[in-house]
């Protein structure tokens, strides 16, 4: 897939959870190409490094990307003003492969979530299974609950939806679903994919390492995973994934 480096225009910029901000971009040439799953690396004033950030929805004009402030960079971003150009490296990544027609939970913890909005598009019969620490932190219900007829919210202090975690959500529905995609911290993605490997079913997972370049060219990113013959390789996740089978982690 072909990147390219372009001056998107912020359409539309809302603060949807403290610290967490939705920015609507204009950027016709990446979003008609676009992978659900695949990420934009964003270039911030007087920062060297770009940022990556996940694709969250996508249209033929527009990108939708949602992020919290971590550090300097994520907060510099989210002073951007509608109408400034952001200076975009996308699309980037290996993204989910999805069969239309199976019965896919896309789950999400935390700012694990936005990706899966788009990656949820992509099939006829999306469960979404979203977890937040606590109800302040819950984002994007009503973007899912227009794509999925089902879904799932839980909080870690029962503020809001369920008590409890998304593999706890999905241990219930397992027998009823054909595969997993998922996004969220790496303790999370390992007991989801526990669970999947137990029932036999394919599991997905999106992995955020620190970047650097995002196209393969510095090593910042390399993680353990394993290659087609079961040996341990160092693979770059900006350009082999961010998304990976469960089965190629080395966890
Ligand atoms: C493929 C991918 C998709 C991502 N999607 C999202 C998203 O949709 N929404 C969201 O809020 N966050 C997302 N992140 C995490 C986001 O990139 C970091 O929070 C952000 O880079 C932090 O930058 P900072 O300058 O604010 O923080 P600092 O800690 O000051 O950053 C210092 C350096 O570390 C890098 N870095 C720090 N934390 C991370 C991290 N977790 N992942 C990668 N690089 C990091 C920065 O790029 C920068 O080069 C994603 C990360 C990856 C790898
Ligand atoms: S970020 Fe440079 S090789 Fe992946």
Known sequence: MKYEIVNATLLKKEEIATGIFDFLLECPSVSKKALAGQFVHI??????LRRPISICDADEKTIRIVFQVKGEGTKILSESKVGDKI?????????????????????GGGIGVPPMLYSARQCDNPVAILGFRNKEMVILEKDFQEV?????????????GIHGFTSDILEKIIDEIDG?????????????AGICKEHDKPCQVSLEERMGCGIGACLVCACKTYDKDGNIEHSHVCKKGPVYNAE???W
């Open 248 to 250: 190629e982690v080395v």
């Open 43 to 48: 270039a911030v004033p007087s920062k060297t």
């Open 148 to 160: 999925c007829k089902e879904i799932y919210v839980a909080t870690d202090d029962g503020s809001y």
């Open 180 to 192: 997993v995609c998922a996004c969220g911290p790496m303790p999370m993605l390992k007991v989801i």
């Open 87 to 107: 200076d975009i490296l996308a699309p980037l990544g290996h993204g989910f492969s999805v069969d239309k027609s199976q019965k896919i939970a896309f789950i």
